[in-house]
């Protein structure tokens, strides 16, 4: 699994931009606010709690064809799968390099977009927990639908409908504050049933 | 003395029927080349040799193991297949790391392209090389594993007449250290190895 991980983190390394697709997508995403609706400090805490999801939630959806079409295209997936039999160990190591690669770049400019949008300390720390939480289901969805989806070519439009109804739940619950556990819940059972769905996926594309 | 030995293998892509009834026997130090038209299920064949397709009829034995149970056997072989797993917007060097991490061997990279006097084009990006050239630097994944087996399909693709030499006199040395290789093609190899099928 490290061997994985590593080959993963160089592959980012190697193609840097990657660690900067998602975050300036998400202060994009943000910036953008202002010009809509104001600077009116009370209105933009509301808003930031709201525009924060839809952020993440583009840029984890416009990132799902690297998780496993990049090395399905060009047959790296073919030599990953002969070297590492456990589908699993494969599926584990890249729900880990993806969030490493897309999602914490957001969380290390969280606190400046914090700022700027005037969100209190308490506040920020609730905000960081939810997305958090919030963004580790968000991976482990588009993961088994990005294996269910395996070999389909120019399907993101596809891929999109079928991945945003299961964003929902976390939209409803990451705006709310208090609600990190639940989101913590909805992750562990994303796992759960993303791990067994993504294997399923990746033996239909060995077959 | 290695073998593999291939017994009534019947495949299906799908519903189609692909492979019927195939035996054959290959010894260490043999070549195989696998003749057919396109869909004959050439590439059906290595990736059920090679355990990708594991649904199948018939059995498949290597070393009177049973492939499908014998956990050691995907270090056996080395499989090429007809796309060059290589990430066009890297260098040949990057790629090189890349698989040096995934087979977690270390290698020289100037001394490996010379298999294919490729040396210079080590800091290239793979995008500006032609498709030789890709196919070319495809094949040196040969050289990052101790295998017994080597499963190509259609190695000799873009390859100019150099080139695909370099490549027959490869498979040659490796037959000479009891290497078992199986080549599918659809170019006649009959001068070059004269164990061949028809499928």
Known sequence: ?207 | MNELKIEDLTCYRGENLVLKDLNTKLKSGETLVIRGSNGSGKTTLLRALSNFIKSYNGTIFFNDKNVLEDTNYRLSFNFVGQKNSLKDNLSVKNNLKLWEIIYQKNISYSKILEDFNMSHLVERDVGSLSDGQKKCISLLRLNFTESKIWYLDEPFVFLDEENSQILIQKIKNFNTNNGIVIITSNINLQNTFTNEIKI
């Open chain 1, 1 to 207: 699994m490290l061997a994985l991980l590593k080959r993963d983190l160089y592959l980012a390394l190697y193609s840097s931009s990657s660690f900067f697709y998602t975050s300036s997508f998400f202060v994009l995403v943000l910036i953008i606010l202002p010009f809509l609706f104001g600077t009116n400090n009370v209105q933009l805490q509301v808003l930031f709690k709201g525009i924060i999801w839809i952020g993440l939630s583009l840029s984890i959806l416009l990132t799902m064809e690297r998780i496993f079409n990049a090395d399905y295209e060009d047959g790296n997936l073919d030599i990953i799968i002969q070297r590492y039999p456990s589908l699993e160990t494969i599926i584990i190591s890249k729900y880990i390099t993806h969030w490493l690669v897309y999602c914490l770049p957001l969380f290390i400019i969280l606190p400046i977009l914090s700022f700027l949008f005037y969100v209190s300390l308490d506040n920020f720390f609730l905000i960081f927990l939810n997305l958090f939480f919030g963004s580790l289901g968000m991976v482990f969805i588009v993961t088994f639908v990005s294996a269910l989806t395996l070999g389909a070519k120019r399907t993101i439009f596809l891929k999109a409908i079928i991945v945003i109804p299961l964003f929902v739940p976390f939209l409803i619950f990451g705006t709310n504050l208090e609600s990190w556990p639940i989101l913590l819940a909805l992750s562990m059972m994303s796992f759960v049933l993303s791990i067994y769905v993504s294997a399923y996926g990746l033996r239909l594309y060995v077959e």
